[in-house]
């Protein structure tokens, strides 16, 4: 059984940094997608970034194109989300997935609602302006 935790979340002004990171406990090497999303009040969850774990290739969200990077560390299994130039509109819960689906590159959120998705509990991210 795979378990994801994520860390990293916090209060920061616009204009910063944060670095979310995401330990995976369990069997994860089969995985095929490592992402994360987020979910702001009274919004649908949106996906942020993904990355194909086989290639290492990843895609964003317009949104945060330029602006944030996810990577993975295999040795640590963790998965990180290196955050700039946050603005408030940034501001949501992050949860951290993990997918065994052939589906899985891409960031549509609709892709990720099968039962070969495992999630993390997630963790808050506040943008002030």
């Known amino acids: 059984q795979v378990q994801l935790v994520e860390s990293g979340g916090g209060s920061v002004q616009a204009g910063g940094s944060l670095r979310l990171s995401c330990a995976a406990f369990g069997y994860t090497s089969s995985t095929n997608c490592m992402g994360w999303f987020r979910q702001a009040p009274g919004k649908e969850r949106e996906g942020v970034a993904v990355i194909y774990t086989g290639s290492v290739s990843t895609v964003y969200a317009d949104s945060v194109k330029g602006r944030f990077t996810i990577s993975q560390d295999n040795a640590k299994n963790t998965l990180y989300l290196q955050m700039n130039s946050l603005k408030p509109e940034d501001t949501a819960m992050y949860y951290c997935?993990?997918?065994?689906?052939?589906?899985?590159?891409?960031?549509?959120?609709?892709?990720?609602?099968?039962?070969?998705?495992?999630w993390g509990r997630g963790t808050q991210v506040t943008v002030s302006s």
């Open positions: 997935a993990a997918s065994w689906s052939s589906d899985c590159y891409s960031v549509s959120w609709l892709l990720w609602t099968t039962p070969s998705t495992k």
